[in-house]
């Protein structure tokens, strides 16, 4: 089925008096993975590229800046801010693979289920920010 059929589907089940009825209807069950598709969708249409940067001079100043768009919007910022975003992703992205890892162990060779694996995560992370220590460059940005 075509996207557009998708989005026109749902309007259908959502706006049954029109698209402009100010009192649609709850979507059903099985309406929530077809609006998750369409907001999926929208997204990537409006974003025309999922991340881009482009080094640019200001014309004003004359300092180097980043031009980044992300999901359709555009910002400029300085090179110290670039830095600063890319210590905070990569320090992210370290973070959720630990506990990504820390999950699969939980479940996997200790045999708890979902619930109190992520119970458990709650607990580890509720620790981590009093006892910030242990992460990698905490010194630096704590």
Not at 66 to 80: K, S
Request: aromatic fraction near 4%; charged fraction near 25%.
């Amino acid at each position: 089925m075509k996207h557009s059929e998708l989005i026109t589907g749902l309007r259908a089940r959502l706006f049954p008096r029109g698209a402009h009825d100010i009192a649609p209807v709850r979507p059903q069950a099985d309406d929530y993975d077809l609006l998750l598709a369409v907001a999926q969708i929208c997204t990537r249409l409006e974003s025309g590229a999922d991340f881009s940067i482009a080094n640019v001079v200001s014309h004003r100043d004359g300092q180097g800046k980043l031009d980044v768009t992300w999901l359709g919007m555009m910002t400029q910022i300085e090179p110290v801010k670039a830095r600063e975003i890319a210590w905070l992703l990569l320090e992210g992205a370290a973070i959720a693979e630990s506990e990504s890892s820390l999950i699969r162990f939980l479940q996997d060779r200790i045999g708890l289920k979902p619930e109190g694996a992520a119970q458990i995560l709650q607990d580890f992370r509720r620790h981590r920010e009093h006892d910030p220590t242990g992460l990698i460059g905490a010194e630096e940005t704590h």
